[in-house]
Structures are given as structure tokens and as C-alpha cells.
């Protein structure tokens, strides 16, 4: 309960409401319940608990139990509750004022974190408040879903829930961003991004996580979270199936892509004849893909395109004579194998190079 120095300053006028309300049985008037939700929402900004608020109304109450004559219990206890019932307004207020309020600084340090805006030592000292010590190494794990996910949403709840159960308080901030569920923590701690991706695969009904490399610095956070959404592409473009994708498997495809004008050289080079084919080129690319794919079974890529071995052996016959390039030879094979992930990188041959 609290004390009677704290209680005195949020019961004022309180009697003097009880006495004069229980006496004519009247209800509060405007002014006297508009006091209260001030009162009210005093309370909640000073950090008070609406249990030891309520506990005092009622101790103040069984003090000023008024006597005068006609007063009925009814009579007090209806003023009682409207002045309780404003007073408690007033406090629920101003706790869904300073809910929105930490939301929106909530989600401006995650803006800011995540896109490396703001002043680094002013967001390294905003961090603390959310558990991340910014000197220290971070990894950023990114999940998507066939929907996008705010703060507050269930998905969300549900994986930050195991999450806090598996792991309690270990500086992890677990947020939204651009409909994506987005997980920092220390990157010295494998577990827990493991953990995530397990979770929010479950919670997302089979999304994909992608999981960036650990960085120092705030900086770092930033290049995390930008390679956890550069594989993300990737594995769209690429229809890489895998749930769960870790940027240090895919450095190649960033040093492929670097030059992008050398990289369509070698896609019209080595696979634009196949334009020439019956149906174009798209069918023949497939076969490569699922070629490759497969590790260089035939057998399998031609499960894979639901077709015959024999089918699929003279497409491949087809590719070598148009291209030139046996797919079964291994000279050849790392050729047209880098032209074909080029291809996929580039939407070629939908897209003109």
C-alpha cells in the first residue's frame, strides 16, 4: 500500500467529493470528475500501481465514512465508484500515452539502428536501454512468411516468447521491419539465432531466415542485416529452397555479381544459342539448372522436370551442340554452371542483358 505522505496527494478533494455527493445522492459533477482523471493519470506518470491507488481510495473511504443524516451505504458507495472510475480512467490514459510513446521510440531506434542513422554514440547509448551493448559483435537473422508481421502482431509474440523463455534476458532485441521479423543478438552466440530461425519457421508456417554475418559496432548491425536481406534476394532469384540461409554460404554470388556487365558477357556467350532451340532458350536453362542442381545426376534432374532419362539426355545432347559446352564435361562444366547462376542473377532470358 502506499504511504500516507504519497496517498494525501492523489486523494485531494476526495473527501470533500464523498461527503457532499453521499448527502444528496447525486452523481459527481463534471469538474469533480474530471479532477479525478487528472489525478488519475498524476498517478500513473509518477509510476504508482492502480492496486495501491485503489487500496487508499478505499482506506480514505472507511475514514470519511460520512454520517450526516439521510446518507445511505448506496449513496457512498455509487460516488465511491464514479470517483474511482474516473480516477482509474485518468491512470489507464496515461499509460496507453506512454505505451505509444515507448512504441514510437521503440521503433525510431530500430529505424535508426538498422539503417545506421542517427549520432553512434548517442544510438549506442539509446541501445542500452533495449539490452544491446554496441561495443560488442552482432549477427541479424531476418525471417519472412507468406504475410508481413508488425509489432504486437501474434507471430511476433509468439517467437519472442520462446525466445525469452529458452534464453531469458541475453541483449536480444527482437523486432519488425518492412513486414520481416528481425532478431540482433551477440554474435558469439550462434545458439540463439539458431533457435530463432527454428521458431519463426514454425511460427511463419515455413518462412525462409536468412542469418548475416557477426560484425563490431553499430556499423556492423547495419551489414548483417543488409546481407541477412541480400540472401533473402538471393534465394528468390535463385529459388534457393533451403528455411534457413547463412550469408557466409553465399559470399560467391555478391563476387559473381560484382561485375555485372562482365557477368551478362559470359550468359550471352555461353548460353545465348540456346535462344535458337525450339521453344527458346528457357526449357534448355531449366535443364541446366536442374542439372546442376542435382550434382550432375541425370537420373534425378530428370525427376526433378518429371521427364524420361532418355528425355532428358537428349536435352543435354541439344545444349552441347548448340553451345558447343558438354554439361558432363568437367571443363565445360564450370563454365556453363557460373553462366547459368548468372543467368537466374540477371532474370535472363526474360530480361534483356
Request: charged share 25%.
Amino acid at each position: 500500500m502506499m504511504g500516507r505522505d504519497v496517498s494525501d496527494e492523489y486523494l485531494d478533494g476526495f473527501a470533500g467529493i464523498l461527503a457532499d455527493a453521499s448527502a444528496t445522492g447525486r452523481r459527481l459533477t463534471r469538474e469533480e470528475i474530471d479532477s479525478r482523471r487528472v489525478l488519475g493519470e498524476q498517478a500513473a506518470e509518477a509510476g504508482h500501481g492502480l492496486r495501491a491507488l485503489v487500496a487508499a481510495h478505499l482506506t480514505e473511504t472507511r475514514a470519511n465514512w460520512p454520517t450526516a443524516t439521510g446518507v445511505t451505504t448506496d449513496s457512498v458507495l455509487a460516488a465511491v465508484a464514479q470517483a474511482l472510475d474516473a480516477f482509474a480512467e485518468g491512470y489507464e490514459r496515461a499509460q496507453r500515452l506512454a505505451v505509444r510513446q515507448e512504441e514510437a521510440a521503440r521503433r525510431e531506434f530500430v529505424d535508426d539502428l538498422l539503417y545506421g542513422r542517427s549520432d553512434l554514440g548517442r544510438l549506442a547509448q539509446r541501445a542500452e536501454r533495449y539490452g544491446l551493448r554496441l561495443s560488442y559483435e552482432h549477427a541479424v537473422a531476418v525471417a519472412r512468411g507468406d504475410a508481413a508481421y508488425e509489432e504486437g502482431d501474434p507471430v511476433p509474440r509468439e517467437v519472442e516468447r520462446a525466445l525469452i523463455g529458452r534464453f531469458g534476458d541475453r541483449s536480444i532485441l527482437l523486432t519488425t521491419k518492412d513486414g520481416r521479423l528481425v532478431c540482433v543478438a551477440p554474435g558469439d552466440q550462434d545458439d540463439v539465432l539458431a533457435y530463432f530461425a527454428k521458431q519463426a519457421y514454425a511460427a511463419t508456417g515455413g518462412g525462409q531466415v536468412a542469418i548475416g554475418r557477426s560484425q563490431p559496432g553499430a556499423a556492423g548491425v547495419v551489414q548483417s542485416y543488409e546481407q541477412a536481406l541480400n540472401a533473402l534476394d538471393l534465394a528468390e532469384r535463385l529459388e534457393l529452397q533451403d528455411p534457413v540461409l547463412y550469408a557466409s554460404d553465399l559470399l560467391v554470388y555478391p563476387v559473381l555479381t560484382r561485375d555485372r556487365q562482365a557477368m551478362a558477357d559470359l550468359v550471352h556467350s555461353a548460353l545465348g544459342p540456346l535462344r535458337q532451340a525450339r521453344g527458346g532458350a528457357r526449357p534448355l536453362l531449366d535443364t541446366l539448372t536442374a542439372y546442376f542442381d542435382s550434382g550432375c545426376v541425370a537420373a534425378e534432374a530428370a525427376r526433378r522436370l518429371s521427364l524420361s532419362v532418355r528425355a532428358f539426355t537428349y536435352r543435354l545432347e541439344r545444349i552441347h551442340k548448340l553451345t558447343g559446352a558438354d554439361p558432363s564435361d568437367p571443363v565445360h562444366r564450370y563454365t556453363l554452371q557460373t553462366a547459368v547462376i548468372g543467368a537466374r542473377l540477371l532474370d535472363w532470358p526474360e530480361k534483356p542483358l
